[in-house]
């Protein structure tokens, strides 16, 4: 099998052995998927100065993520005590989702107030029940351990779906 790049090369990937698509193994189910990955900054130190009102205020933050993601298109796959993943189908729906959630934390006069990090990235996943597994979604989880507090740090990829389309000033 051949297959083009962006510099038009052309690369030779091997050869398919009929038992590379053998029937004994088990299918894995792919597609390509926008990531939105978002967490509390410092949760654990919001834990440790009260972890009852912390609590509290994450379930009110969480029904607005979920407001956003349905508003915008996107499908919550995964969550984990203050982490949530939610998958898009459009790089500008994911986008448009992380500057309303954030603008909409700005807004809100919830207490203890929480700070956010956002990563969006592009990518292959692996479809596992409903979860989304890969490349893609880790890609997703480190950009967003890259974003400022309050902050959204996207991929390459993702910038190049949006520029032109948004207007980030």
């Known amino acids: 099998f051949f297959f083009s790049s962006r510099r ?16 004994d193994l088990e299918k894995i189910d792919r597609k390509i998927s926008v990531i939105f990955a978002t967490d509390v900054v410092d949760y654990s130190l919001h834990m440790e100065k009260d972890e009852s009102g912390t609590v509290t205020s994450l379930r009110k933050y969480e029904k607005i993520l979920k407001e956003a993601f349905k508003k915008h298109g996107g499908r919550l796959f995964n969550t984990g005590g203050d982490s949530f993943m939610a998958e898009f ?18 807004e809100k006069n919830i207490k203890p107030a929480l700070s956010f990090r956002i990563g969006i990235n592009a990518g292959d996943v692996i479809l596992e029940k409903k979860n989304l ?27 190049d779906y949006i520029e032109g389309k948004l207007d980030l000033q």
């Open 8 to 23: 038009r090369h052309t690369r030779y990937l091997g050869d398919w052995s009929s038992d590379v698509c053998s029937s």
């Open 89 to 106: 189908s459009s790089a500008v729906k994911a986008v448009e989702c992380a500057i309303d959630f954030q603008n909409i934390v700005k």
């Open 133 to 159: 597994l890969g490349d893609g979604v880790n890609v997703a989880a480190r950009l967003e351990q890259l974003a400022q507090p309050d902050g959204i740090t996207i991929s390459k990829s993702i910038f």
